[in-house]
T-cell receptor, first 114, second 114 residues
Framework: EDKVVQSPLSLVVHEGDTVTLNCSYE??????LLWYKQEKKAPTFLFML????IEKKSGRLSSILDKKELSSILNITATQTGDSAIYLC??????????????FGKGTLLTVNP | EAGVAQSPRYKIIEKRQSVAFWCNPI?????LYWYQQILGQGPKLLIQ????????DSQLPKDRFSAERLKGVDSTLKIQPAKLEDSAVYLC????????????FGEGSWLTVV
């Protein structure tokens, strides 16, 4: 059974701090790893990492995929209160031919205090 | 570009009643997913459609859940009869194809079974 594990499950920091969120996986037919941000609504897409794109950066957020260690990190620098959310890691796998689906971790609840 | 549309946004029903959720994916997206997200957990795939065909429903509780996508566009997810443990957010998502593109989520339908 495919497994995605995120750590820590929750984290409280002060504005301006830098945080690192972790995601490890054990899956068959790995295709990609995705990070989503979820506030009180649907997950919104942040990054997709694949074998051909193991590092992504957007503003204060960056992510790296380590295919050897089967893991990824999401870094957020100079955190702001608006970064408070659940951060979901999902691994895209092929299941049955070319069918592609995501398996999610439980998420990391990040709280940024002013 | 319009996103994934879902309705209703919120629904409260008594156990043993039935409920239906509707989803309209992003225009042109051939692949449609229904996920169940229970509080404190990551989304879990219930069913995946490629156009109007089912490609994965291995985690759908078929004794009470059903879903269809008759014309390869809109989809409905039905629960009958509902149980207390079905209380969750039901997320519809879509992607361009089933071959590893980014998956985009709707805002979800929040179900409470009392």
């Amino acid at each position: 059974e495919d497994k995605v594990v995120q750590s820590p499950l929750s984290l409280v920091v002060h504005e301006g701090d830098t945080v690192t969120l972790n995601c490890s996986y054990e899956v068959t037919n790995f295709r990609s790893l995705l990070w989503y941000k979820q506030e009180k609504k649907a997950p919104t897409f942040l990054f997709m990492l694949t074998s051909s794109g193991i590092e992504k950066k957007s503003g204060r957020l960056s992510s790296i995929l380590d295919k050897k260690e089967l893991s990824s990190i999401l870094n957020i620098t100079a955190t702001q209160t608006g970064d408070s959310a659940i951060y979901l890691c999902a691994v895209g796998v092929y299941s049955g031919g070319s069918n592609y689906k995501l398996t999610f971790g439980k998420g990391t609840l990040l709280t940024v205090n002013p | 570009e319009a996103g994934v549309a879902q309705s209703p946004r919120y629904k409260i029903i008594e156990k043993r009643q039935s409920v239906a959720f509707w989803c309209n994916p992003i225009s042109g997206h051939a692949t449609l997913y229904w996920y169940q997200q229970i509080l404190g957990q990551g989304p879990k795939l219930l069913i995946q459609f490629q156009n109007n065909g089912v490609v994965d429903d291995s985690q759908l509780p078929k004794d009470r859940f059903s879903a269809e996508r008759l014309k390869g566009v809109d989809s409905t997810l039905k629960i009958q009869p509902a149980k207390l443990e079905d209380s969750a957010v039901y997320l519809c998502a879509s992607s361009l194809m089933a071959s590893g593109n980014t998956i985009y989520f709707g805002e979800g339908s929040w179900l409470t079974v009392v």
